[in-house]
Nanobody
Framework: QVQLVESGGGLVQPGGSLTLSCTTS????????MNWYRQAPGKQRELIAT??????????AYVDSVKGRFTISRDNAKKTVNLLMNSLKPEDTAVYYC?????????WGQGTQVTVSS
């Protein structure tokens, strides 16, 4: 059974930093691309960062709005994927989700709330 569990969200002031973590089980973690999405109130869920598995080479990819501020990383031994978020802005407020696509099936965590506010 595939499980993804996010952690690390919270309330942070503008300009601050947070690190989100996603712990996985039930998959051969190292071979899959891992994704971070977010969904702000009243908006569609958007893909913000992707990191490749060992079967596909390539640098991590980011949506323009987070480039230079967010860094995605993975630890294949611990089966975790992280998202370091710096220089946070109020518009980064959202529920953040970890995702893996395995064939035609997408798997999601429960999400973790990030609120950026003074």
């Amino acid at each position: 059974q595939v499980q993804l569990v996010e952690s690390g969200g919270g309330l942070v002031q503008p300009g601050g930093s947070l690190t989100l973590s996603c712990t996985t089980s039930g998959i051969i973690f190292s071979i899959y691309d891992m994704n971070w999405y977010r969904q702000a109130p009243g908006k569609q869920r958007e893909l913000i960062a992707t990191i490749a598995g060992v079967t596909r080479r390539g640098a991590p990819a980011y949506v323009d709005s987070v480039k230079g501020r967010f860094t995605i990383s993975r630890d294949n031994a611990k089966k975790t994927v992280n998202l370091l978020m710096n220089s946070l802005k109020p518009e980064d407020t959202a529920v953040y989700y970890c995702n893996v696509q395995i064939g035609a099936s997408g798997y999601w965590g429960q999400g973790t709330q990030v609120t950026v506010s003074s």
